[in-house]
């Protein structure tokens, strides 16, 4: 069956997926039956209008910041959003804070689902808002599984500091993202928005990669050190369940 060049270029961005989130020329041109040229073509020119991004290092292609505009006709047929909705709706109705998935586009954490508790409080994030890794817990928590090619280069950019408490030493956050793989989990307090905190747990595809991550965000006054490892119990149950029907739907 021949494929017009804009079918192509479609089927070449649903196979940029969460369980497939990174692609090279070679593997795009099997997957989708054309010629490596004629691939290299399409990711040319997906890449000039923003719908893919190349990462400097591995070379590997993953979707651009102009797809997650697209907003919700996107996200309502990501696998990803698909099977976090009710798994992140009922961590809403646990917690009574609000949830967000994130995951890793370029050097930024972007929201690709995010469900209000009857109280939230303004945090600037929506669906394809893009925020600063470095002093987000779902920023930290996702650099914290990623190649060291892929944070040394992230720390070549240099932390912009947000608050007072905005970790802005390379050294020092290299420590963060230690601890959090060790404790499966990211807290942060302040380090973006003054009075505000969130707590992250990673979500894995069916290969156990961290793909993207559960985060609640809400007051300080609400999520400290006091109630932290209540919550941190309930991101983690959500987290692994999104990775469970990731699981069941890769197959």
Same mark, same amino acid.
């Given at each position: ?9 479609? #089927?070449? $961005? ?17 997957? $989708? ?28 292609? #993953?979707?651009? &910041?102009?797809?997650? &505009? ?25 917690? =009574?804070?609000? &949830? ?29 808002? #893009?925020?600063?890794?470095?002093? !987000? ?17 992230? $720390? ?6 947000? !608050? ?12 963060? $993202? ?45 999520? =400290? ?25 890769? #197959?």
């Amino acid at each position: 069956m021949r494929f017009t060049s804009l079918e192509n270029a479609l #089927r070449l $961005l649903d196979l940029l997926s969460v369980d497939e989130p990174e692609l090279g020329i070679y593997e795009m041109a099997e997957r $989708l039956g054309i010629a490596d040229s004629t691939a290299h073509r399409l990711a040319t020119t997906l890449m000039s209008e923003g719908f893919i991004t190349q990462d400097p290092n591995t070379k590997l292609y #993953r979707l651009g &910041a102009s797809v997650l &505009a697209l907003g919700h006709v996107v996200t309502g047929q990501s696998k990803l959003y698909t099977a976090s909705k009710a798994a992140l709706q009922l961590l809403v109705n646990q917690s =009574n804070e609000t &949830a967000h998935i994130g995951v890793l586009r370029e050097f930024d954490v972007v929201y690709l689902n995010k469900i209000e508790c009857s109280h939230p409080i303004r945090l600037l994030s929506h669906l394809g808002k #893009r925020n600063p890794v470095h002093c !987000t817990s779902s920023g930290q928590v996702l650099l914290a599984h990623q190649p060291s090619s892929y944070i040394n280069a992230f $720390l070549q950019r240099g932390l912009e500091q947000y !608050t007072s408490r905005t970790i802005t030493d390379p050294a020092a956050l290299l420590k963060r $993202l230690e601890r959090i793989k060790e404790q499966g989990f990211s807290f942060c307090e302040e380090e973006m928005h003054e009075g505000a905190s969130s707590l992250s747990a990673p979500v894995r595809n069916r290969k156990g990669q961290v793909t993207a991550c559960v985060t609640l965000a809400g007051p300080m006054q609400r999520i =400290n050190q006091y109630t932290a490892s209540k919550l941190v119990k309930l991101i983690i149950q959500t987290a692994n369940e999104i990775s469970k029907q990731l699981d069941c739907a890769g #197959r």
